[in-house]
T-cell receptor, first 113, second 113 residues
Framework: AQSVTQLGSHVSVSEGALVLLRCNYSSSVPPYLFWYVQYPNQGLQLLLKYTTGATLVKGINGFEAEFKKSETSFHLTKPSAHMSDAAEYFCAVSDTGRRALTFGSGTRLQVQP | DGGITQSPKYLFRKEGQNVTLSCEQNLNHDAMYWYRQDPGQGLRLIYYSQIVNDFQKGDIAEGYSVSREKKESFPLTVTSAQKNPTAFYLC????????????FGQGTRLTVV
């Protein structure tokens, strides 16, 4: 079965600083990986996804992620944090058996003024 | 506009009562999913359906039931057998396949009183 681990349940950065949210995956087959964002009391919105092809994936709101097979990682980055980026972020992997997404435990991003 | 509608947004239930959460989508997606979200635990899969009149248990199906009589609808019933039902419930849909993302509704927050 596929799984993802998100390191750090809370991350705090200053406005304008680099955002780095970590995600490592476990998969016996080439993984399909996703990052979602959730604002309070709302559903999840897709930021970006990696399926095949280019390992550097660009998403919405200036976020990007790099698939590194050798490190089994898919970390999410943004060069300069904005106050509006404060939210919870989830990494997910597509399960080959049941064709549903398996999510990490999430990372809450706080942006300090 | 296409999307997923969950209702109600907030729901209160007395102990021992069954309650049904509604999920409707007009995206013409074959696959639908129910996830439960608790603080610090990410999203956990309750049930999923890849096609009408068929559904499978996810990781935490005990105390829940679903039906999939129409492509557009995937209601979730939280039964009295679910010992700790207070949570945020998210419905999602997708085109079947490993490389496709799931689209989420805005969620229903269920509280047992």
């Amino acid at each position: 079965a596929q799984s993802v681990t998100q390191l750090g349940s809370h991350v705090s950065v200053s406005e304008g600083a680099l955002v780095l949210l970590r995600c490592n995956y476990s998969s016996s087959v080439p993984p399909y990986l996703f990052w979602y964002v959730q604002y309070p009391n709302q559903g999840l919105q897709l930021l970006l996804k990696y399926t095949t092809g280019a390992t550097l994936v660009k998403g919405i709101n200036g976020f990007e992620a790099e698939f590194k097979k050798s490190e089994t990682s898919f970390h999410l980055t943004k060069p300069s944090a904005h106050m509006s980026d404060a939210a919870e972020y989830f990494c997910a992997v597509s399960d080959t058996g049941r064709r549903a997404l398996t999510f990490g435990s999430g990372t809450r991003l706080q942006v300090q003024p | 506009d296409g999307g997923i509608t969950q209702s109600p947004k907030y729901l209160f239930r007395k102990e021992g009562q069954n309650v049904t959460l509604s999920c409707e989508q007009n995206l013409n997606h074959d696959a639908m999913y129910w996830y439960r979200q608790d603080p610090g635990q990410g999203l956990r899969l309750i049930y999923y359906s890849q096609i009408v009149n068929d559904f499978q248990k996810g990781d935490i199906a005990e105390g829940y039931s679903v039906s999939r009589e129409k492509k557009e609808s995937f209601p979730l019933t939280v039964t009295s057998a679910q010992k700790n039902p207070t949570a945020f419930y998210l419905c999602a849909s997708s085109i079947p396949g490993r490389n496709t993302e799931a689209f989420f509704g805005q969620g229903t927050r269920l509280t047992v009183v």
